[in-house]
């Protein structure tokens, strides 16, 4: 597939030559992750059929599982009214879309007010990833562990989920 393919042409790429990628996933609807793409790897996703991203940290093409094994196939691609941002629809595979180990990269929620606000953890780590792996190193106190693994809610799934961000790869 030519990454010149006219219908590359109709989507806005930034300054840089990206675009950002929304991820959610199919039936639940739920929102994995953020990402963003190049040409190459708009072209490479439809080409193969699983996310393939752009990682603006290592500069290069990351296809999403390609260490953790957690593929994310494509059921759909979308391009939003303004042409500037890309909406995937995947079936995560193993359920965890997050180097975390957690189903989405949004486990986090703000509760409270503008002056006494917080940032919460509402999502279970589904599966330890190996740095490796995608994975991240332990938290690094005790009361952030703590937190960690005290979710205030927890997914009702049968499934694992990994999300990946475009530092680490997966």
């Known amino acids: 597939m030519s990454i010149s ?41 439809v080409e193969i059929g699983q996310a393939v991203y752009w990682s603006r940290s290592r500069k290069k093409l990351w296809h999403k599982g390609e260490e ?47 002056d006494s606000g917080e940032w919460q953890t509402v999502e279970p780590v589904l599966k330890d990833l190996q740095p490796g792996a995608g994975g991240v190193a332990a938290a690094s106190t005790p009361a952030a562990a703590e937190k960690a693994d005290k979710p205030k809610r927890t997914r009702k799934s049968t499934a694992s989920k990994p999300a990946d961000t475009d530092k680490t790869p997966s």
Not at 69 to 74: A, C, D, L
Not at 93 to 110: D, E, L, P, W, Y
């Open 5 to 45: 393919a006219k219908w590359l042409n109709k989507v806005k790429w930034d300054e840089v030559g990206l675009v950002p990628v929304i991820t959610q996933e199919v039936g639940s609807n739920d929102v994995l992750m953020f990402a963003w793409m190049n040409r190459e790897a708009l072209a490479r996703t």
């Open 68 to 114: 953790s094994g957690h593929f994310q196939k494509v059921h759909e691609i979308r391009l939003d009214c303004d042409e500037d941002v890309v909406l995937l629809k995947v079936e995560q595979v193993a359920g965890i879309a997050c180097h975390t180990g957690r189903h989405s990269c949004f486990f986090q929620k703000f509760e409270g007010s503008a």
